[in-house]
């Protein structure tokens, strides 16, 4: 593939996210593959402007053993784990990481140094000659030499073994400890000195990791605690939100702590991205701005955000248009379409007008997008007797309670997986706000889900 600068490459993906043309039309227009502008827009939307700057690519045993440790757990193809961890030299770098970490474990990720390794000055051996020794020397030292051999090649052997049997509890180990843990394994068929000079170990190295490895962790139970939430959760919270979880089961834990042992366990939640924009230029009636960014409320059915968002699935699209209220961040009602069209918007707030009582008449904010401005949709919201509100043109933080819902999603679901239809991509949806409503925790309710919130709200009036 030719090289593009870096400016180029910001360019080409802006210009993707920002315009409606396809992505095959605009890798046409600059002469670029398809694969490669696809794979650019995830790492901008992993890593922003920064993905097309000059970075090292010199990675260390431990952080490489994290990368394919990502990748086994969230299921992600070569390309997605490289655009997720920013790793430069393209997806080939990481199938090496993984084929040699399926052949000799941690110790077979080590960076080995560049160049001729030094060889030994013929003057300063030792070994006395052939001809010097005697018939029972010379048998000593083949012998000897032997054993040698059989040690040297039954080392990566047992650490095959290793990776491949005890890859869980030694994943988050350091290349010594793995090295200390082979030679104990294997000293009792050959001598220690042997092994240690294969392992490229120091006597005390070795036996400070020995005595290591056999005390028990005190905080064993608490790290499989937070690996517990986190795979539960698949992955979408961060330290906070186990931290809450932890405190929900009775555990009193610094976030801090947190924080700290899941670094340790190589685990970190998911990253937010972009959204669709339903904006077309002007189209109708314009609202006031009421909602003034004010996204909390009082009470239920007081304050209402809506918005649409787009998914793109093997070349389809699907919409996703919730409707969120603001008092608890529940999706009280949503509708998902194949086209943007008002229908499916109209149907959206006819679910969400259900919820209603005779007296409540909610604030309903959305942005400028042609839907909002349609007047069969002010039609719907005046008969019912409800306020409308719009964001200013080009701010979306006046939206940002809804932005960052469908940045959860996104980044919580979409962008985890590979999805074969739309229908698989509903299903999932379906089930994702589920859980959002009645399972997701949201710290600024006290550790509890938008449903346990409001349930527990109404119980003590």
């Known amino acids: 593939m030719a090289k593009y600068s870096a400016e180029l490459k910001l360019q080409i993906t802006l210009e993707a996210i920002q315009s409606q043309t396809s992505l095959i039309s605009l890798a046409r227009k600059y002469g670029v593959d398809s694969a490669a502008l696809r794979y650019w827009l995830q790492r ?66 080590e960076s080995k140094p560049k160049g001729r390794p030094p060889t030994m000055n013929t003057s300063s051996r030792k070994t006395p000659s052939s001809s010097t020794l005697t018939p029972s020397q010379e048998l000593a030292q ?11 090649n039954a080392y990566p052997k047992k650490a095959r073994c290793l990776t491949s049997a005890k890859r869980a509890s030694a994943k988050n180990g350091s290349v010594t ?73 009775g555990e009193s834990v610094n976030h801090k702590k947190v924080q700290r042992l899941m670094q340790t366990l190589g685990i970190k939640s998911v990253v937010r991205l972009k959204k669709y924009r339903s904006y077309r230029g002007h189209e109708g009636r314009i609202a006031p701005h009421l909602l003034q960014r004010q996204f909390s409320a009082a009470r239920p059915n007081q304050k209402w955000v809506t918005d649409v968002t787009e998914f793109n699935v093997a070349g389809e699209k699907l919409y996703l248009s919730p409707m969120m209220d603001l008092y608890n961040g529940e999706i009280i009602a949503y509708e998902m379409s194949s086209r943007p069209v008002l229908r499916f918007v109209a149907q959206m707030v006819e679910k969400a007008k259900k919820r209603l009582n005779g007296s409540e008449k909610p604030l309903i904010h959305s942005d400028q997008g042609w839907h909002y401005q349609h007047k069969v949709y002010q039609h719907l919201l005046r008969e019912q007797g409800l306020v409308q509100s719009m964001s200013r043109r080009g701010n979306c933080l006046d939206n940002a309670a809804m932005e960052s819902f469908f940045g959860t999603l996104k980044s919580e679901l979409y962008h985890l997986h590979k999805w074969q239809s739309v229908e698989q991509l509903k299903k999932a949806i379906h089930e994702y706000i589920d859980y959002y409503n009645h399972e997701r925790i949201k710290l600024k309710l006290k550790g509890l889900s938008p449903v346990q919130y409001r349930i527990q709200s109404l119980s003590a009036q």
């Open 44 to 109: 901008y939307q992993y890593h922003g402007t920064q993905a097309f700057e000059k970075k090292h690519s010199k990675y260390s045993a431990k952080f490489k053993q994290q990368v394919l440790a990502h990748m086994e757990q969230h299921q992600l193809s070569l390309r997605e784990t490289v655009a997720y961890f920013d790793i430069r030299g393209g997806s080939g770098v990481v199938s090496r990481w993984r084929r040699l970490y399926d052949l000799g474990g941690l110790i077979a990720l």
């Open 142 to 152: 083949l012998r000897k030499e032997n054993e040698y051999l059989r040690a040297e």
């Open 177 to 249: 400890q793995e090295k200390t843990q082979i030679v104990a394994e294997l000293r009792h068929a050959y001598p220690l000195n042997t092994l240690l000079r294969i392992a490229q170990l120091s006597r005390s190295t070795f036996y400070y990791h020995l005595a290591k490895q056999q005390v028990i962790d005190p905080l064993l139970d608490l790290k499989q605690r937070i690996q517990t939430l986190y795979h539960q959760h698949k992955g979408r919270y961060g330290y906070r939100r186990i931290t809450a979880a932890l405190r929900q089961m």
